[in-house]
């Protein structure tokens, strides 16, 4: 049965050779940089572009999204024309969001005709870890189901693909083979490894779309401005050899496009065929990046559409510029330092009055729900009492002081969620279970991965009770990109990890996108540095760079 949901059907005759204007077509819009001027102002989704049928189910399924922002009416009109974009804007501004309406609103591909017909997938949305991918699927579910009518399998709509505990990412290939959705959503290593083991598990040539969210996090690049540097040229050696997933899988699906960019389209007759719309997106994309897409790699040309609003303007260590509204003013940022003396502010912090920070005021929550609705440590994980015997006979690696300042203002001032990022190489389970030991209520972010814990986190209209807050404990690879609709607060331990020596920007980076996970859509957030006497200088580094003056929790001297 036809649903109003269901995404109108592109066949495709598959040739391997499309006219030559088919493939200028794929790279022709002229270079535009979003004015954002539209003949008839986009005051609904319906005015930016998308189906009716799908504008309606994503009213019904967010009821506090009611109408597109400037970047994501553009953004969809653009997509609908098969652009390249880069998309860059501030973290939280809705650009995940607005990507997923933009491709659930492509038409779905299909190849051959009638009953033979194949379907195929039509967009890859690539991300660098899988709780990313779940909050898209998440996203994606609430729309379907939201959807009029009966609405379609959400496996034909979008499935993921991602390494998940102890399940083989082969699992989950016989679906992606046999149903292919119309979104498939994936880490860069997975879809590797699939096609390692299964190269016709689907085929990334007839994808119609690639979409890179958080591009930045997944292609690493090197400063542009220490070339000379010896120690440069041996990173640069080291990174051609060791590509990484990300860099390897955008070569085999635009490496004709690359040879096509690199010579003159008027003279290639017979120019590969098709190369996928590329769409990369992050509120932190550096001139490095732009260099390998565009001039190492040959990937983008000059068509490409730009969609920017209020960018950090970091040009490299020499040159830093700060735009004041790249940082959300509705954060506001403190820096505790921990030690066996206690836990102190760091001088330099003003009181929010001094700043003239109103008092940040954190909605009570509605719709509060009953406790046993979120699940319990072991019902996510089996393995946690056995851990917590070998956890209590062994010493901690975690500084405890820095704990224990965690749990201090955790017990003071969050209302019902807060992040507590860690840094990569430490284990999270250990995190989790010194906290439980100080009676905090902490959690991996292994929630998002069950289907309870996501309804729970990802809700957008309702907040989590306020009788038990949560701490969600994750580490500092893990949160690019993820949106916690009722956070508040954001804990960073272990910054010394994130002061990358030789890279500067991406140190701030790291930090921007931490703060990131709060302040969302304008809403209040906090963010709580907590260090060792011995790391003040580095974050009171960061601080000026983006021109933040930290501000005093009034509790600790
Ligand atoms: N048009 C809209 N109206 C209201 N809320 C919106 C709208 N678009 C997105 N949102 C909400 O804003 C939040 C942030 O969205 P999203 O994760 O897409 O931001 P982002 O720009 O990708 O952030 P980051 O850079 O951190 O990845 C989500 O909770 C989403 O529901």
């Not at 309406?101 to 967009?123: E, I, Q």
């Not at 897409?293 to 609003?309: G, P, T």
């Not at 909605?363 to 019902?379: M, Q, Y």
């Not at 704990?403 to 001032?413: K, N």
Request: hydrophobic share 40%.
């Amino acid at each position: 049965m036809k649903t109003s949901f269901s995404t109108p059907i592109l066949r495709r005759h598959w040739v391997r050779c499309l006219p030559l204007q088919n493939i200028r077509r794929i790279s022709q819009a002229a270079e535009e940089y979003a004015s954002y001027s539209h003949s008839k102002p986009v005051v609904t989704f319906e005015d930016a572009g998308l189906r009716p049928p799908l504008a309606k189910a994503i009213y019904t399924a967010f009821p506090n999204v009611k109408t597109p922002t400037e970047i994501q009416s553009t953004l969809i009109s653009n997509v609908m024309k098969g652009k390249d974009i880069i998309l860059q804007d501030e973290t939280g501004s809705g650009k995940s969001f607005g990507l997923i309406l933009a491709l659930l609103n492509k038409p779905r591909l299909a190849f051959g005709s009638g009953p033979r017909d194949r379907k195929a997938v039509t967009s890859l949305v690539l991300v660098p870890h899988r709780d990313l991918a779940f909050q898209m699927l998440h996203w994606i579910e609430l729309i379907v189901r939201a959807s009029a009518g009966t609405p379609p399998p959400l496996s034909s709509i979008a499935q993921v693909l991602v390494r998940e505990g102890d399940r083989h990412l082969t699992e989950g290939l016989p679906l992606v083979r046999t149903h292919p959705p119309h979104i498939l959503i994936a880490t860069p290593a997975s879809v590797m490894e699939v096609l390692r083991e299964d190269p016709d598990a689907f085929r990334l040539k007839e994808l119609s779309t690639v979409a890179l969210d958080e591009v930045d996090y997944m292609i690493e690049t090197l400063p542009l401005n220490s070339s000379n540097n010896r120690r440069h040229q041996q990173k640069i050696q080291a990174l051609e050899k060791h590509p990484g997933p990300a860099r390897a899988l955008l070569a085999e699906i635009y490496k004709d496009r690359a040879k096509l960019n690199a010579g003159s389209r008027e003279v290639m007759v017979d120019a590969p065929s098709h190369s996928p719309q590329l769409i990369m997106s992050s509120a932190t994309i550096r001139r490095q990046l732009k260099h390998f897409f565009f001039s190492e790699k040959q990937y983008l040309n000059r068509e490409v559409v730009k969609i920017r609003r209020a960018v950090m303007r970091l040009h490299g260590q020499n040159e830093l510029m700060t735009d004041q509204l790249a940082m959300h003013s509705v954060v506001s940022h403190h820096v505790l330092v921990a030690s066996d003396d206690g836990i102190v502010n760091l001088p330099s912090a003003v009181t929010a009055e001094d700043q003239g920070i109103p008092r940040l005021s954190f909605e009570e929550p509605k719709n509060v729900e009953p406790l046993e609705t979120f699940p319990t440590l072991s019902d996510i994980d089996p393995a946690v009492e056995t851990r917590s015997i070998e956890f209590s006979m062994t010493p901690s690696p975690l500084n405890q002081n820095s704990l224990e300042a965690v749990a201090a203002v955790f017990a003071l001032d969050v209302p019902s969620v807060a992040l507590l990022v860690i840094p990569s190489e430490t284990s999270v389970h250990r995190a989790v279970y010194d906290l439980r030991e100080m009676g905090v209520n902490a959690h991996g972010m292994d929630l998002l991965v069950q289907d309870r814990g996501r309804t729970y986190l990802l809700k957008a209209d309702a907040e989590p009770s306020k009788t038990n807050p949560t701490l969600l404990v994750c580490t500092s690879s893990s949160i690019r990109g993820v949106d916690l609709p009722a956070l508040t607060h954001v804990f960073i331990l272990g910054l010394e990890t994130l002061l990358a020596k030789d890279n500067w920007t991406l140190t701030l980076d790291t930090y921007i996108h931490l703060c990131g996970r709060v302040g969302r859509f304008k809403k209040h957030g906090k963010v709580i540095t907590v260090v060792e006497k011995k790391t003040v200088s580095g974050i009171e580094k960061i601080l000026s760079t983006l021109d933040i003056t930290p501000v005093r929790f009034n509790a600790f001297g």
